[in-house]
């Protein structure tokens, strides 16, 4: 008999990392979700920005179903076929010669830093070990990737942090340049900062991390976790910048829901991360490579990837006739389906407020930060749900604003 469970038991029974929403999400279709009461949400999560193609999708579970009847997991001992195919597939949309697969962004983004570390070491010794990053970026939870993050408050309660690691405020250029020199082994950056409060790149900020790496042999490393796989409207944001990285991280969308992560390099920088320098046992197993497959030849058409651009103008329109009517946001930014909406100092702190409001108004969405709404829905998400769910989201804000609690 399966144990009846409700949403208190995890505040007793689970380590208290997360404060989850009242509701327990039961079942999803598309971007709608039903709770365990039968309540209805739409989905503008999108599971943080991994549910590429929304919930439950027919091609998707079709991919899995197929795998889970034939092979689940074999370790790195073997390949498989699906995986090989991912990394063909990724190998011929991208910058990219050589692939690594793991299951999630922050062992994408070890896997980069350490292959920096190693390529550094390799070409200029040990003293070329520095790593560049930027403040408010996220590149994972795991010691290496918090330590490159750009939050104090997530690393420093795990010190001694990894060392010769460096930040400079993003998009500037010249901060960042003072601190490139051939001791710099790698710049890892996000194109959109994510979590970080959705804040997008300057092209140039982007072209001249690139020129001063070039200039000093230092790998530029994209964390395109959050980007990725079309959340942008190109497949990957490099793309929309046309700054190519050496070193591309990929998870969330890539998986559509499933968990797997993967690096992405050139053949010469790839070489670098010979057989037993680094690994994992489910990296790269068939399940994962299956779904990526279908992911992926999903996501990369002209076709879809021109419908994330249409949405993007769709919401951010809608966007501001509220808050013509709201005063609420000093900005709307993002690129493609990756939308924040900054608050005005006077809401400063209030984000999660506006989120819990509108859970109960049947709305799923994010926060990035104490002051920045967060968008991430489905790629494919119909244009009735968009409507219907910034309708709800109106209600949401109108009612913290009208009790006063803003
Ligand atoms: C989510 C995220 C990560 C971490 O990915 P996990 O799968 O949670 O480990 C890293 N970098 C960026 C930019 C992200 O958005």
């Given amino acids: ?16 990392l997360y404060a989850p929403a009242p509701f327990i999400p039961d079942r999803g279709f598309g971007s709608r979700l039903w709770d365990k009461e039968g309540k209805e949400y739409i989905d503008f999560a999108g599971g943080i920005a991994a549910n590429a193609l929304g919930h439950a999708h027919p091609a998707l579970r079709q991919a899995l179903e197929q795998q889970a009847a034939k092979l689940w997991h074999t370790g790195n001992g073997y390949t498989n076929e699906p995986i090989l195919r991912l990394a063909k597939q990724l190998i011929d949309a991208t910058f990219a010669e050589r692939a690594f697969f793991c299951n999630s962004g922050a062992e994408a983004n070890e896997a ?23 403040d408010r970026a996220f590149h994972g939870r795991t010691l290496f990737t918090v330590s490159a993050g750009g ?3 997530w690393s420093r309660d795990f010190a001694p942090l990894p060392p010769d690691i460096h930040h400079v405020p993003y998009n500037d250029l010249e901060a960042a340049a003072k601190l490139i020199d051939d001791r710099t082994c790698a710049v ?10 959705v804040i997008p790149a300057r092209r140039e900020f982007l072209a001249g991390l690139r020129e001063r790496c070039d200039r000093h042999d230092a790998l530029l490393i994209f964390d395109e976790v959050q980007t990725g796989v079309g959340r942008t409207g190109s497949l990957y944001a490099y ?8 070193v591309l991280t990929s998870a969330k969308a890539l998986g559509g829901g499933f968990p797997v992560g993967a690096m992405l390099t050139t053949d010469v920088i790839g070489r670098t991360l010979g057989v037993g320098t680094h690994g994992t046992t489910w990296g790269g197993n068939p399940l994962a490579g299956a779904v990526g497959g279908r992911v992926l030849e999903l996501v990369n058409t002209p076709e879809l990837l021109e419908g994330v651009r249409q949405r993007h103008q769709h919401f951010i329109t809608r966007l501001q006739a509220i808050n013509a009517r709201l005063a609420l946001f000093r900005e709307i930014r993002g690129l493609g389906l990756l939308i924040g909406c900054e608050l005005r100092p006077e809401y400063a702190g209030q984000a999660k ?15 990035a930060g104490p002051d920045v709404l967060r968008f991430a829905p489905s790629l494919i998400i119909d244009e009735q749900d968009i409507d219907e769910g910034l309708e709800r989201f109106e209600h949401a804000c109108r009612n913290v604003v009208g009790e006063g609690r803003l």
Wanted: no cysteine; aromatic share 6%; glycine share 10%.
């Fill in 1 to 16: 008999m399966t144990q009846s469970v409700t949403r208190e038991d995890f505040d007793t029974w689970m380590v208290p």
């Fill in 112 to 134: 980069a830093l350490k292959l920096a570390r190693k390529y550094g070491h390799d070409r200029g010794g040990p003293e070329k070990s520095a790593i560049l990053a930027f």
């Fill in 151 to 153: 939050q104090p408050a």
């Fill in 188 to 197: 890892i950056v996000e194109p959109v900062q994510g979590e970080g409060g």
């Fill in 239 to 246: 793309m929309h910048y046309g700054v190519t990285p050496d």
């Fill in 353 to 367: 407020t506006i989120l819990r409001a509108a859970a109960a108004e049947g709305l799923m969405m994010l926060v």
